[in-house]
């Protein structure tokens, strides 16, 4: 939202900027000797390549779908991640025992909430559009059981969150770098920024520079938070939160930009968050059985 008060409209370089803000973060933590980062092998190496791939291509199917449907179709379908993600840890056998129907039952509200939340023209779109978002939808489930994987130990790795952020930084910002050279959006980004410097606007580049490096630490917080939440949670709890925030997304920018929500808006937000509570609390009820049944066990 802030980017857009600058009306700097370049997804790609924004994303290299988060990139560029987790290497500054992590730098700093090593150079602060708060940090010292993990010896990888080549074999280690290899495969967070392979990752930081998907997380780019993830992001560039995102936004090229865009292009093809509306906006709220498109927060619709990525709503539904939470369902891909079951489906993958199935397969995957990353989630071996399976999950209640109590579960099932808590992911109802959670996906259907946020397409009220967002309801709007869901009719504006192409076959070719649909489809990149469904592809978008199940990489971004893929990426999220991944990264879990990663964090608890899965594919030889296990590590800290740091790791894995001081790792995959460098390699996200080369990639997202170098599509934003490739489609044109760093020589488009350089004609607005030289728009700027012009007798009419004083303040010249100076408020979208500072823009960009609270945009880059925040980044890099948040970056922090998700994965040392992913690592000491499961993939699902991580699409389910990301679905509420959707939803508080949606609140806070009508807060900002003084937008009124409508009654089926705020029915939306509501039931997505009633949601995730009930997801929650399954969760936690579940967990806590299991530690009481291995209990009576020892005993």
Known sequence: MVLQWHQFGFPWLVTAVHSLGGIIGMRLLVATGHFKPMHLDRQQKRLLWIFSTLYTVNIAVSN???????????QVVRGTVPVFTVLISLIWRTAPQGYSWRVYASLVPVVVGVGLATYGDYYSFTIVGFLLTLLGTVLAATKTVVTNTILVGGYRLKLPALDLLY?????????????????????????????????????????????????????????????????????????????????????????????????????????????????????????????????????
């Not at 090229?64 to 498109?74: A, F, I, K, Q, R």
């Not at 930009?257 to 939306?268: E, N, Q």
């Not at 929650?280 to 209990?295: F, G, H, M, P």
Request: with cysteine; net charge positive.
């Open 64 to 74: 090229v779908s865009l292009h093809y449907v509306s906006v709220p179709l498109h």
């Open 167 to 299: 790792q995959l930084s460098p390699l996200a910002f080369v990639q997202t770098i170098t599509w934003a050279a490739v489609n044109g959006e760093l020589s488009a980004a350089w004609a607005f920024v030289r728009s700027l410097q012009s007798d009419s606007n004083p303040d010249g580049v100076y408020p979208l520079v500072m823009a960009l490096i609270g945009n880059g630490a925040i980044a890099f917080l948040l970056n922090i938070a998700s994965f040392t939440a992913s690592k000491n949670t499961s993939a699902l709890a991580m699409t389910v939160t990301g679905n509420v925030k959707v939803v508080l997304a949606v609140v806070l920018g009508c807060a900002m930009f003084s937008i009124t929500l409508s009654r089926l808006s705020t029915f939306g937000i509501v039931l997505t968050l009633a949601g995730g509570a009930a997801y929650s609390a399954v969760r936690l009820n579940e967990a806590q059985r299991i530690k009481d049944q291995a209990s009576k066990s020892i005993v």
